[in-house]
């Protein structure tokens, strides 16, 4: 009986619970979509950062993480990548060479970080190879080809075909360099790998510098390219370690980039701190229609009590109104938020006009907001707690009332 009466009191004023209603769906939709907005930029960063840069995890000799030098190579590499074949749970790797030098044309000159990649492994590897805007990718014609990113086109002027020099240190301290052609010309979501790397042939780069050894070995994982995959990650770099030598170490994407693990715990507080910001406000919402629900009622409460009924049926009563218009609010609210996230992850979210600043987190110009359904019903929670929470105080106010007050009570 308290349910239906509690269910047919809400609607005595509909125009009054249906502007409540509206307030919390339009709030609800807004807050929700602000979460997948967030959810989605973050899990961006991390996907192409696991796509483009660091992989899942990658395998380096400890020397090199502190000093970018060029005799800190991975120790017994043949012997990692036999291990890594063997690991089920790599999905495949890939070695490189790195080093740190200089790229001059007959217009500028910029310090950079020569990679040194094999073409086939790579291409199947990173998404770097569909992403060449003028050239093509390596296909074992020419001397000395060399990938510059657009940006270093622009600033050193340089064009497919244009001539370059690398200068840098060998192994044995020696300053060294040769001339190379360039054979594409690729562009990244990442603005800062674009202007600090350049891809050569790997077998071309050790020649050069007489070392045949590589520096850094990247693994992608069985598992998802993106925030989702930091336990698994954690638990396969910690048995990679078991199998590596004291000279090397196994590090994962977000030790590599901490920053991405501080942008995932902002978004985490940024999320709930909207979510309370609106929760509040729709408390307050709730206190006012409710109070003046019940005061309008003040001489029906006091029949009701005159006759006998129990002062916790009221309060439960009045409870079962608010929780009410909790649930039909909080429901609508999700409903209309998927409907908005659906349509969103179809025609995406486009911010083209800030790519310059998206450039430098790594960010596409186009992003798909994710909400997932942990955070639905967290939100669901959320408001049926508070619209209860909310009930307490004009349940109270009216069961202070005395009945003979009560009933005399003019509205």
């Known amino acids: 009986m308290i349910i239906k009466l509690a269910w047919r009191n809400l609607w005595r004023n509909k125009l009054r619970t249906s502007i409540m209603l509206g307030a919390m769906v339009f709030g609800l939709t807004g807050v929700i979509t602000m979460m997948g907005f967030m959810n989605g930029l973050v899990d961006n960063m991390v996907h192409n950062a696991i796509a483009w840069q660091t992989s899942h995890l990658q395998i380096q000799n400890k020397q090199f993480k502190e000093n970018s030098d060029i005799n800190a190579y991975v120790v017994d590499a043949q012997a990692i990548a036999e291990r890594l074949d063997n690991q089920p749970d790599v999905l495949k790797w890939r070695s490189r060479f790195l080093i740190d030098g200089m790229i001059a044309s007959a217009r500028s000159t910029r310090g950079v970080r020569i990679v040194g990649v094999d073409p086939e492994v790579e291409a199947s590897f990173t998404p770097l190879s569909q992403h060449i805007i003028d050239g093509s990718w390596f296909d074992g014609t020419g001397r000395h080809p060399i990938l510059v990113s657009q940006k270093s086109a622009e600033r050193l002027k340089l064009r497919v075909g244009s001539k370059v020099v690398l200068t840098l240190t060998d192994q044995f301290g020696e300053v060294t360099g040769a001339a190379f052609r360039v054979k594409g010309i690729f562009k990244t979501p990442s603005t800062n790998y674009d202007e600090g790397n350049v891809l050569v042939q790997k077998s071309d780069i050790q020649q050069i510098t007489h070392l045949y050894e590589v520096h850094e070995f990247s693994i ?81 409460f006091g029949v009701l009590m005159a006759v006998g009924m129990p002062k916790f049926k009221i309060f439960m009563l009045i409870i079962s109104e608010t929780l009410f218009l909790g649930c039909v609010g909080a429901v609508l609210g999700v409903f209309s938020s998927v409907l908005v996230i659906g349509v969103l992850n179809v025609t995406g979210i486009s911010l083209g006009s800030h790519s310059d600043g998206l450039g430098v987190y790594g960010v596409d110009t186009v992003l798909y907001p994710q909400v997932s359904v942990d955070q639905y019903l967290m939100v669901l929670i959320t408001v049926l707690f508070a619209s209860s929470i909310a009930a307490l105080y004009p349940a109270r106010q009216i069961l202070k009332q005395r009945p003979v007050e009560a009933m005399a009570e003019r509205n």
């Not at 910690?238 to 994407?253: F, G, H, Q, V």
């Not at 030790?255 to 995932?264: E, T, V, Y």
């Not at 909207?274 to 919402?285: K, Q, S, T």
């Open 220 to 300: 992608l994982a069985s598992a998802e390219l993106g925030a989702d995959s930091r336990l698994s990650i954690a638990t396969l770099v910690t048995k990679i370690n078991a199998l590596l030598s004291p000279d090397n170490e196994a590090r994962a994407w977000f030790d590599i980039q901490p920053l991405l693990a501080s942008m995932m715990a902002t978004m985490d507080v940024s999320n709930q701190v909207m979510l309370i910001v609106f929760v509040v406000a729709m408390g307050f919402g709730i206190i006012n229609i409710m109070l003046m629900s019940v005061f309008e009622r003040t001489q029906e």
